[in-house]
């Protein structure tokens, strides 16, 4: 399976008119770690290149009913993952001082659940998420 997932997602790449790239594959997370090197204009439209190879390589998959979990290119997701538990981190800390509630930015599921998830060993601490579609975000509540 993860052989003919990396040779169909090389092939995707190679379609789309890069030739200098890794492709590797994580067993533990489920996920496709991808590097691209001679892609300068990627910097910009990064997220959502991610965002639509992976919907591109998941309806491939889908229609031979194999999962595939997650890709990720030049580590951005890693990256974002990291900056998104220390802004938990540091809201939590703030919540836990002031007494008072901490609202985070407006996120998308996976970052929110990242929050809930990072913030859940907190015994003074609850999160909750409040909003409507793209404006849904975490709050972060002391326990008193």
């Known amino acids: 399976m993860n052989n003919d997932a990396k040779e169909t997602i090389e092939s995707l790449i190679k379609l789309m008119g890069f030739n200098d790239f890794a492709v590797s594959y994580i067993e533990d997370s489920r996920r496709f770690l991808i590097f691209i090197n001679d892609a300068p204009f990627l910097q910009r ?3 959502q290149f991610i965002s639509d190879l992976e919907f591109v390589v998941k309806m491939i ?3 031979k009913n194999i999962d595939i979990a997650f890709i990720d290119i030049n580590n951005y997701r890693k990256d974002r993952e990291d900056l998104i538990i220390k802004l938990a981190k540091a809201a ?14 407006a996120m998308n599921a996976y970052e929110r659940r ?7 060993l907190h015994p003074d ?3 909750e998420s409040s909003g409507e579609g793209k404006q849904r975000h975490v709050i972060i509540k ?3």
Do not use: G, Q, R
Not at 92 to 105: G, Q
Not at 115 to 120: A, F, G, K
């Open 142 to 144: 002391p326990i008193e």
């Open 92 to 105: 939590a800390k703030k919540a836990s001082v002031t007494k008072k509630e901490v609202s985070l930015p």
């Open 45 to 47: 439209f990064l997220p």
């Open 61 to 63: 998959f889908n229609k």
């Open 125 to 127: 601490l609850k999160t």
């Open 114 to 120: 990242i929050i809930h998830s990072e913030l859940s």
